[in-house]
């Protein structure tokens, strides 16, 4: 099977799009994410409602795209502190990136793989304005990397971020769990 980075230098690579949007567009209920506590946490849905997400994974793999994104976007602790599930912010991305590469992995064929990349989005916090330290924020997209890393995407994604620290806590996150892991190759 091609890889990731063969096939871009071939022919263009279509990516999914709007999760969030399209978890909305089946009109799910609160009781669906899990009770009034848990609104607003598309990511529950990987516990109370997996087949939602499935059903948008499906549906872009089903148009042809090449590459779906993990139901990860909000992923980090500091943004599932909010409801009280910080804790399993680790345990979150592996399950959306188990999930994500179940179906890739029933779409792929040799002539045309299909990827998972584990999102990582802007969150609710923004360092610039001061509502978290970098440090913290750098430590949070750790958490998830690791998660998304363990659940087996094939790449990652840093997407939708309006602060400038943001994306740049995110990238270090991500350099530094790579690093990490290459180190433990060694």
Not at 9 to 18: H, L
Not at 55 to 84: K, M, Q, R, W
Not at 162 to 174: H, M, N, S, V
Request: hydrophobic fraction near 45%; charge should be negative.
């Amino acid at each position: 099977m091609s890889s990731f980075l063969d096939t871009l230098k071939e022919r263009i690579v279509v990516f999914d799009g709007a999760m969030g949007t399209n978890l909305q567009v089946q009109n799910l209920s609160l009781e669906d994410f899990g009770g009034l506590r848990f609104e607003g946490c598309n990511e529950n849905l990987l516990v109370t409602r997996p087949d939602a997400v499935e059903n948008v994974h499906v549906a872009f793999l089903d148009v042809g795209c090449d590459v779906i994104e993990t139901n990860s976007f909000n992923g980090t602790p500091v943004d599932f502190a909010e409801y009280d599930i910080g804790d399993k912010a680790y345990d979150m991305n592996v399950l959306a990136a188990r999930l994500a590469k179940r179906i890739a992995a029933d779409y792929s064929t040799k002539e045309k793989p299909r990827w998972v990349a584990g999102s990582t989005g802007p969150g609710r916090k923004l360092p610039t304005l001061g509502h978290i330290t970098f440090a913290d924020l750098r430590a949070a997209y750790a958490e998830q990397v690791r998660g998304l890393i363990d659940g087996g995407v094939d790449l990652l994604i840093v997407e939708t971020c309006q602060d400038l620290l943001q994306t740049k806590a995110a990238l270090a996150a991500i350099f530094d769990t790579l690093k990490s892991i290459a180190h433990a190759f060694r």
